[in-house]
Structure formats: structure tokens, C-alpha cells
């Protein structure tokens, strides 16, 4: 009964110009109709595709700055070329290979410290009994992840400020030598790290929570009736179940691996000229030439050498995605 | 059963010690900024300062007008921001998710390949500074994010692939209604949970946002919350520099500075506090949908 009348609807609302085929003047009209009605769909899109035009196609054509020697005064366009010259000076100098290898290590450390402990934490929360707790708990581990870097650049400094810092302090009461933190970069490959973990462990749970909360609770029955304990079904159930989601995030995060949060090496740091040893990253590198040293050739040669090299990751990264599950893969 | 159960003590203990972890910098930034400015000095920040003080607060909303013209065009670029964004979103994702439209592929490549490769910093600054001289007005603020690199265009354009049913876009249109009224009148409507998760994370987003600022703005009338907070972060005696005239020069001399600037970080971070509670929900969520492709 029920198939029946749907199909009568199929009929009527879907083709309902099947019958007029034969007249041609009103196919005509049906058409342009046709064409009227997707002329105001493409109409609505124009907004949006002008904007990616000027904010995302534009600047991927300025790219040739690059290989520009820019001149304001003769606009970009009439500039000379330089060839690969801007990259030349760019990886003589030992910085090319500082913010590299800073910019790799840090994502790395970031990806282990918190993938690790958010996983650690979210098969924790799952077994918190009551849902208020759970939820007040994840509530509160992911405040850190809403302010904005700002707030804990001043978090930061209330911490490590040199002469009345919460740490410096507490480290004279128990009688030894204050740290000029801003001052010596050997400490900072652990303190962002720290803040890093900080921000977005929270972020990390409530991923992986998810992910386990979708784990079907047969599984956990079954084993139960095995005499499984806790830590084998963890071990047993819940951790292969989650491995697709941990493996896309991880590989999703190695492909962004040549990206870095500007905020945390910008602000968190204060900027601190004695730190950047330990503390400049491609994204802070490229900034830095852009606006404080208006060297804008080697600047746009180092952006693009992120470029380049972050879409190539994308793309192998994807690649793998692809292999171990079609439905995870960007495209 | 009751050996398949966590100890709840020992769980309920881990989570108070990672709650505490996780809130105690906020306290000590709050604790910091009501500290009596001679005993921040003399005995550094604590969660228990010996002698605390409202002086800060007080300069703050009485000698400094800033603060409130910095809080109302973060509103405003939050506001304006987040709705134009979500409207240009819609617009654009809705065209891409019927089936029945034309070029629909190469539209989609279009949004999609801005995920994959972007032309960076240099060039995105020069487009906005040197071709739409956009430095130093509001719209610094608002433009740069408004899409944020189309990938909230995929995830509205996945929902309305996922759940507007087809048969209803099919009967509206042969009822007579044109594809805006469609789009107006019944699948905006039909999306509101979306767009409010996704309006959620642009918001926190506009809201938190320094960095447009930091580049595209010098002038001071047009600094926003955040942006008013960095300059203080390298520069103290910003506030007192800019804002205040001849007539409160006397002031200068006891200025609070240390604890002047935890007051201004924590007026500028109380209101996603405040709000935190009543949007949680929404916000875990949208992080969800946003995390798993759109």
C-alpha cells in the first residue's frame, strides 16, 4: 500500500513534464524555465566564489612574488625577475634550516604528546559513571581550548615573568636562582610543548570520545562474559576500534606537519628576539620578513616553499588515507 | 558486573587534578589581576595574594575609554562576521549539493582545492593591502575570515546533501516557489542546528581573532579587544599613551601597570567564559562535525 502511493507521487512531482515532451514550444519554455531556475541557484553562488577568487586564488597566483625582486614604486606586476635568487638566499642561510627542523619537531612532539594523552583521557572520561561528571569534566578540559593565543601569551607571563612570575617566585622560596625565561631558549622546546598540551588536549578528547562512544556496547559484553578485565578490554576492544579515527587524525595532522600555529610561536614567546633559536617556525620566519624586516622577497620565497612543500603532504598524506579507508579521504 | 566499573573514586580524583591543571593558569590570571599592584611587586603573583585590590579595575572602566571601544567592535566584527559568513556559506554550499545542478563538480573543485594549497601570507597581504587597500578599516577585521578556506562551505554543503530531502526542493518548485524562496524558506530553516554549530565556531573564532589586526591594523580607533590586549602585551604604557588626555595626566604617575594588564586580559576573556556554559553542548558538537571531513 505504502510503495504504492510513492510511486504515484514519483510520478506526478518528479516528471512532471513527461507528457508535454511532444509540444515543442512548451519543452522550449520548460527548458529556458529550466535554465532561469539554475541561473538564480549560480547567481547565489557568486558571492562566495568571488570572495574564494580574491581570497584564495589571487594570492596563490601572487606567488610569483617569489621570484620577484619587488619595487613598489614600479607595482608588483612590472617588478624585475630574479629567478630563483630569493630561494638562493633563503636556504644559504642556516635559518631555512632552523624553522624547518623547528617547525617539523614541534608539530611532531605535539601530535605524539597529544594524541597519547587525549586518547588516555577520553577512554578515562568514558568510564566515569554518571553523564553530568563526564560532561562537566570534558567541559572544563576544553576552557583552555576557547581563549585566544593572547590571553595565553598573558597566562604564559604570569607564570615566567623574570621578577615576580608564579614559577621564578616559587622556585626563590625554595631558595634557588630565578630563570630569565625569555631570555634562554633551551627551556622553550619543553614550555610550548606545555601549552601546546595545555590548549588542546581537550580538543583531542572530545574527538576520540566520540569515536568511543560509537564503539558498539556488544563487544564490551562479550568480553565481559569472557572474563575480560578492564584494561584487556581497553586493550582488546576499545583501542583497535578506535584505530581508524586515530590513524586519519594522525596522518591528517603529519599532513599539515609544515603548518604551525602562528599564535603559539608568535605571542606565547612575547617575540623574544633571544629565543628564536628555539622558538621561530616557517609561519613566524615568513612574518617577520613581511612585516618587521620588509624583506619581502625572501619572505615570499620561504611562504612558498611552505606551500609547496604542505601541498605535496597533503597530497601523499591523502594518498595513504585513500589506501586504508575511501570514505576518511579529502578526495 | 562491579569488576567491570572503574573505581569511581580514583577516576573522579584524576579528573579533579586534571580539572584543576586545566583551570588553575585562569585563576591565577584572575587572582594576578586583583592584586594589590605593591604586593605583585614585592611578592610576585600568587593564588592567594596578602593584600588584594580592585585599583586596576577601577582605572580600567573609569580612566580608559578604550576598553569599551575595543569590546564594541569586537562585538561588531563578531556579529557581522559570523552572520555574513554563514549567508555567503549557505549560499554557495546549497548550489553545490543539488545533484541536478550543472558544474556542479568544477564548483566544488573550486571551494575544495582552496584546502589544499593557499599562496601564503605574502601575497594574501599584498592582495588585501595593495588591490582592495583594506588596511586600517573595519573590514580588515571581518573579510580575511569569512570563510575560513571553504571548509564550512563543505560541511554545510555534506548536510544539506545528507538531510534535505530531495522530494521536498522537487514539490516546492513545482508548487511555483523560485530556488531563493527554496533556499530562504525551507532550507535555511530545516538547517538552523548546523548553522548554529558552525555560527558557534565562527563567532569564537571572530571573537578571538588578533592576527588580521595585528597586520592589516595600526590605527588604535579601530583596535579590537584582542588586539588592544597584544599591544599591551609588548607595550604597558599603551593605554595610558593613547587614550588618556591632558586632563588625566596626574593619573600617570600611579598607574597600576602589572596588574592593569591581567585586569584587561581577564575583561577580555570573561565573556566566552561566561557564555561557556550555555553553548557547550553546541560547541563539542560542532567540533565533532568539523573534525571529521564535511
Redesign the interface.
Known amino acids: 500500500m505504502k510503495t504504492e502511493t510513492n510511486e504515484q507521487i514519483d510520478t506526478t512531482l518528479i516528471r512532471p513534464y513527461a507528457n508535454q515532451t511532444l509540444n515543442k514550444k512548451s519543452y522550449l519554455n520548460t527548458k529556458l524555465k529550466r535554465l532561469l531556475r539554475f541561473r538564480m541557484l549560480f547567481l547565489m553562488m557568486v558571492p562566495g566564489l568571488a570572495y574564494l577568487l580574491i581570497n584564495n586564488y589571487l594570492p596563490m597566483f601572487g606567488v610569483i612574488i617569489a621570484f620577484k625582486d619587488i619595487n613598489y614604486t614600479v607595482g608588483i606586476l612590472e617588478s624585475e625577475w630574479v629567478g630563483f635568487k630569493n630561494f638562493e638566499f633563503l636556504f644559504q642561510n642556516s635559518s631555512a634550516w632552523i624553522i624547518t627542523r623547528n617547525t617539523i619537531l614541534y608539530n611532531l612532539a605535539f601530535i605524539i604528546i597529544n594524541t597519547v594523552l587525549a586518547i588516555g583521557v577520553a577512554i578515562l572520561l568514558n568510564e566515569v559513571k554518571h553523564r553530568f561528571f563526564s560532561r562537566f569534566y570534558q567541559g572544563v578540559l576544553l576552557v583552555p581550548f576557547l581563549i585566544s593565543m593572547v590571553i595565553v601569551a598573558y597566562i604564559t607571563l604570569a607564570f615566567l615573568d623574570v621578577e615576580n612570575g608564579y614559577i621564578n617566585f616559587n622556585l626563590q622560596m625554595f631558595g634557588l636562582e630565578p630563570i630569565s625565561w625569555y631570555y634562554e631558549s633551551k627551556y622553550w622546546p619543553y614550555i610550548l610543548p606545555i601549552v601546546n598540551m595545555w590548549k588542546s588536549v581537550g580538543y583531542g578528547t572530545v574527538l576520540f570520545l566520540a569515536a568511543i562512544i560509537g564503539v558498539d556496547d556488544e563487544y564490551y559484553e562479550a568480553a565481559i562474559l569472557d572474563g575480560a578485565n578492564k584494561w584487556q578490554q581497553i586493550k582488546h576492544i576499545t583501542i583497535p576500534l578506535i584505530m581508524p579515527t586515530i590513524t586519519i587524525i594522525t596522518i591528517l595532522n603529519i599532513g599539515r606537519i609544515f603548518y604551525s600555529d602562528f599564535g603559539l610561536f608568535y605571542q606565547v614567546p612575547l617575540n623574544s628576539g633571544p629565543l628564536q633559536p628555539t622558538t621561530d617556525v616557517i609561519d613566524t620566519f615568513v612574518y617577520r620578513g613581511l612585516m618587521t624586516l620588509g624583506d619581502i622577497g625572501m619572505s615570499s620565497a620561504a611562504g612558498l616553499y611552505q606551500s609547496i612543500v604542505g601541498f605535496i603532504l597533503v597530497l601523499v598524506t591523502n594518498y595513504i588515507v585513500r589506501k586504508k579507508d575511501k570514505d576518511q579521504a579529502l578526495f | ?1 562491579k ?4 573505581n ?1 573514586k580514583v ?2 580524583t ?2 579533579i587534578i ?2 584543576l ?3 588553575f ?2 585563576i ?2 584572575i587572582m ?1 589581576s586583583f592584586t594589590d599592584e605593591s604586593t ?2 614585592s ?4 593564588i592567594l595574594p596578602s593584600q588584594f585590590s580592585f585599583e586596576a579595575y577601577t582605572y580600567l572602566f573609569t580612566a580608559s575609554g578604550s576598553i569599551f571601544r575595543a569590546y564594541g567592535i569586537s562585538a561588531f566584527v563578531t556579529v557581522v562576521g559570523t552572520a555574513t559568513g554563514l549567508l ?2 549557505c ?6 549539493s ?1 545533484k541536478d ?2 558544474y556542479r563538480n568544477v ?1 566544488s573543485f ?3 582545492f ?14 588585501y593591502t ?3 587597500d583594506i588596511k586600517n578599516t573595519i573590514w580588515s577585521l571581518i ?2 575570515n ?2 575560513t ?2 571548509f564550512f ?1 563543505l560541511i554545510f554543503r555534506t548536510f544539506f546533501v545528507m538531510s534535505i530531502p530531495k ?1 521536498l526542493i ?2 516546492a ?2 508548487d511555483g516557489a ?3 524562496k527554496i ?1 530562504w524558506k525551507i532550507v535555511l530553516p530545516l538547517s538552523l542546528p548546523v548553522i548554529a554549530t558552525i555560527g558557534l565556531l565562527s563567532s ?1 573564532n571572530y ?5 588580521n589586526g ?2 592589516y591594523v595600526t590605527d588604535a580607533e579601530l583596535f579590537s579587544i ?1 588586539n588592544l ?2 599591544r599591551m ?2 607595550d604597558i604604557q599603551f593605554l595610558q599613551t593613547t587614550n588618556l588626555g591632558s586632563s588625566t595626566a596626574d593619573l600617570t604617575s600611579n598607574i597600576p601597570t ?1 596588574t592593569l ?2 585586569a584587561m ?1 581577564v575583561v ?2 570573561m565573556p ?2 561566561l557564555a ?2 550555555f553553548f ?1 553542548k553546541y ?2 558538537k560542532g ?2 562535525v568539523g ?3 564535511g
Not at chain 2, 43 to 46: T, W
Not at chain 2, 114 to 127: A, I, M, R, S
Open positions: 558486573m569488576s567491570n566499573q572503574m569511581q577516576l573522579h584524576l579528573f586534571m580539572g591543571a586545566s583551570l593558569p585562569f591565577l590570571l594576578a605583585l611587586i611578592e610576585g603573583f600568587s555567503i556559506s549560499m554557495l554550499a546549497y548550489p553545490l543539488r545542478m550543472p564548483f573550486l571551494v575544495f582552496t584546502l589544499l594549497f593557499n599562496g601564503g601570507l605574502v601575497p594574501t597581504y599584498l592582495v595593495e588591490l582592495l573579510v580575511p569569512l570563510l578556506n571553504g562551505i522530494e522537487e514539490s518548485y513545482i523560485s530556488e531563493f533556499f569564537i571573537w578571538n581573532d588578533w592576527f595585528l597586520i584582542q590586549l597584544n602585551l609588548t602589572k594588564q591581567f586580559a577580555g576573556v566566552i567564559l561557556y556554559p557547550q560547541l563539542v567540533l565533532t573534525a571529521v571531513k
